[in-house]
């Protein structure tokens, strides 16, 4: 059974960084579409930003040029970069891995920033 998990939320004052990651279990991750979304208390949840099993990128408005996806297919991981953090991120994000009708998610991690 594949698992998905998610690691590196916290609390983080705005203008900070963290580094999100989510591991994924079964040696899948490299042929699988991985995305990033979040979901902040009352709102529904939003695609913040996918990549590829070939590497393509695609990210929400609002966090262009400030989140930046990535993966490492060796070690079955894919990560999100968040730098110049600002409340407004504040959310549980989640990880994603999809390809046709397999689809996976974890449990998310929460992020946090504090004005």
């Known amino acids: 059974q594949v698992q998905v998990v998610e690691s590196g939320g916290g609390l983080v ?5 963290l580094r ?3 591991a994924v279990s079964g040696s899948i991750l490299p042929v699988l579409t991985m995305g990033w979304y979040r ?8 695609l913040v930003a996918t990549i590829t ?14 989140f930046t996806i990535s993966r490492d297919n060796h070690k079955n991981t894919m990560y999100l970069q968040m730098n ?3 409340p407004e991120d504040t959310a549980l ?4 891995g999809n390809k046709l ?11 946090t920033v504090s004005s």
């Open 13 to 17: 004052q705005a203008g900070g960084s």
């Open 53 to 66: 099993s070939d590497g393509v990128t695609n990210y929400a408005d609002s966090v262009k040029g400030r």
């Open 20 to 22: 999100l990651s989510c």
């Open 93 to 96: 994000y989640s990880c994603r």
């Open 39 to 46: 979901q902040a208390p009352g709102k529904q949840r939003d």
């Open 84 to 86: 110049n953090l600002k």
């Open 101 to 111: 009708q397999l689809d996976y998610w974890g449990q998310g991690t929460q992020v």
